[in-house]
């Protein structure tokens, strides 16, 4: 062979100290690359654009089919709830170890006990409050995280962070990802839903279920038992034979374009999303009417108390949440609290008169919460569905000075799940003896969002999406599965 036709790599690989210097290079990218295949490469989903929700494999067996995330904004006391400590009973109305704390709206005072009396609850004995007496009474369902903390100690960065993993905005919430990554088991709801509170929306509103740089069709559908999804019903000026014979019309044109076009991903898309709305203008109506739930179930959950409409705002958002669930919804996100009305009013934010406050909000969560629950475990659904309670952040031990409240504390705070492959009546982590610092196997909201990830069957280290040049991640480049508290 002439020398001379050879690049000039080649070349090199005629010398025997080249050849094995570039061959064993070689080799070693081969093993790396094998390596890494078989490691952390990113799992693309297999998405048909034409039908973008049909159902996905996980990478691997999944525990859970669907996930409920109940989340409290405003950032519900932890020490006031599920954290119990004796020693902030016992030095109570003194001044904290270490003093002069400063935190988000300026200097703490003295360290404050519960304000509610803690007691052992069920079988596993766990100390709950009196805030919530009815969640208490199902703390044996529960596993609680002690030991979670967040990023930041402002409620919009917090609540991005706890629903979508970045504190910034312009990221895919955590039901966008599940959708993305798996689909939907139900063909005529969306496979995303989230319910606001009757009082409004959290305080960095869509953020919470914004699809980002995900393809817009996982975007989550914001509606609640008060506010069903707008624009469904057909106008009195149309008949309903005339709304058939339009619609198989439009069903004609598209599949005639579509043939055409048999490439154009973003045309499949768009007429996929387009049948999808069509078959909600059925299905959407039916799951928010609840004029088919018996009056005991209207009872138990609350939906019938005339004295407080915000509570039976909220227990009818809680039976929709269930409704949803049962038809296979992938991931319903349910908000307990909003920012409409100010600092505290409508939300668990209890900076200056948290008594008041928290005796407010506490009834509107706690029956219809409970309930939820309950009505979970006895139709079978818990058996295989995740139910994640979080907030953004927590609140100090101590009351803030010269008010009657305490301040934002994301060192160190509590959430639980339950049901689908979490271990129950369990206590995972632990804050400091007040309740300050997350002290005993520290847990991050990556570390959640990896353990939720897990359980519905998927590597979060290799769902990804590629974008601007980052495969990002729900859990960024962050995050281990919390196996202490699986089954």
């Known amino acids: 062979m002439n020398p001379n036709h050879l690049s000039h790599a080649g070349r090199w690989m005629l010398s025997r100290r080249d050849f094995l210097r570039w061959g064993g290079t070689g080799l070693s990218g081969v093993a790396l690359s094998s390596l890494l295949a078989n490691d952390k490469m990113p799992i693309r989903p297999p998405i048909d654009s034409a039908h973008p929700f049909a159902p996905r494999q996980p990478h691997f067996a999944p525990k859970a089919k669907r996930v409920l995330m109940i989340f409290c904004s405003g950032a519900l006391?932890?020490?006031?709830?599920?954290?119990?400590?004796p020693e902030l009973v016992k030095r109570h109305d003194t001044p904290m170890p270490g003093g002069g704390l400063v935190t988000f709206q300026g200097e703490n005072g003295n360290l404050i006990k519960p304000l509610w009396e803690f007691k052992p609850r069920g079988q596993s004995g766990k100390m709950v409050s009196d805030l919530l007496p009815n969640l208490a009474e199902l703390a044996d369902e529960m596993c609680f995280i002690h030991s979670m903390t967040a990023k930041s100690n402002t409620h919009g960065p917090a609540e991005n962070q706890m629903s979508t993993g970045f504190t910034l905005d312009g990221f895919p919430g955590a039901g966008c990802w599940a959708t993305y990554a798996l689909g939907s088991e139900c063909a005529d709801l969306p496979a995303f839903v989230a319910i606001?509170?009757?009082?409004?929306?959290?305080?960095?509103?869509?953020?919470?279920?914004n699809s980002a740089f995900l393809p817009a069709v996982?975007?989550?559908?914001?509606?609640?038992?008060?506010?069903?999804?707008?624009h469904l019903a057909r106008p009195d000026t149309i008949s309903a034979k005339s709304d058939r014979a339009t619609r198989d019309l439009i069903n004609h044109l598209n599949e005639r374009?579509?043939?055409?076009h048999p490439g154009d991903t973003q045309l499949a898309a768009r007429i996929a999303s387009y049948e999808m709305a069509a078959r909600m203008q059925l299905a959407a109506p039916e799951v928010s009417d609840l004029a088919s739930e018996s009056p005991g179930t209207l009872s138990r959950y609350g939906a019938d108390d005339t004295q407080n409409q915000t509570k039976a705002g909220f227990a009818k958002n809680c039976i929709l949440a269930r409704r949803l669930l049962e038809r296979g919804v992938r991931f319903v996100q349910l908000f307990n609290g909003a920012y409409a009305m100010g600092e505290g009013v409508g939300n668990w934010d209890g900076h200056k008169k948290i008594a008041d406050q928290y005796a407010l909000h506490a009834p509107i969560l706690d029956q219809p919460c409970a309930a939820l629950l309950r009505d979970l475990r006895e139709r079978g659904l818990l058996d295989d569905t995740l139910v994640a309670f979080v907030t953004e952040f927590g609140r100090m031990p101590t009351f803030q000075k010269g008010a009657n409240g305490r301040d934002h504390n994301p060192a160190g705070?509590?959430?639980?799940?339950?049901g689908a492959g979490v271990k129950r009546g369990h206590s995972y982590g632990a804050t400091d003896e007040f309740g300050y610092k997350a002290t005993e196997n520290v847990a991050t909201i990556y570390d959640l969002h990896a353990t939720i990830l897990h359980l519905l069957g998927l590597d979060h280290e290799r769902l990804s999406f590629y974008h601007n040049g980052i495969e990002r991640r729900l859990t960024d480049v962050h995050g281990h599965v919390i196996h202490d508290v699986l089954t």
């Not at 996982?218 to 707008?230: L, R």
């Open 257 to 260: 374009h579509l043939a055409e």
């Open 77 to 85: 006391s932890h020490v006031d709830t599920f954290d119990y400590k």
């Open 218 to 230: 996982f975007q989550g559908t914001a509606f609640n038992a008060d506010k069903p999804i707008p």
């Open 413 to 418: 705070f509590t959430v639980w799940l339950a």
């Open 196 to 209: 606001p509170d009757p009082r409004g929306v959290p305080q960095v509103g869509s953020n919470h279920w």
